[in-house]
């Protein structure tokens, strides 16, 4: 996503370097889901990533479509699955990259 932000719209944040000791959040519920802020709204999972989408110009229009809230709806349940089995498959890339 770094690379498609030409523009440099989004300010990335690693929070697990541990520099959040202004974040009114839980540090391991920001671990726990991805984040972001839009018009100064704290956004959390697939309305993070629809939020990111929409500062990329490539992906403007899939950002906009998302803010359907049925579409929504739909990304954040495949979000959820892909929660579920983000362990197995970092497991499964660190034996991989080995």
Do not use: T
């Amino acid at each position: 996503m770094r690379r498609l932000d030409r523009r440099d719209n989004i300010a990335f944040v690693d929070i697990a370097e541990g520099e959040n000791a202004i974040c009114p959040v839980d540090r391991a519920e920001l671990l726990a889901r991805f984040h972001a802020r839009e018009n100064g709204k704290l956004l959390s999972g697939a309305a993070a990533f629809a939020a990111m989408w929409r500062a990329i110009p490539m992906l403007r229009p899939l950002g906009l479509v998302a803010k359907n809230r049925i579409v929504l709806r739909m990304l954040e349940r495949i979000y959820g699955a892909f929660l579920r089995y983000r362990p197995r498959l970092q497991r499964w890339l660190v034996r991989r990259s080995a």
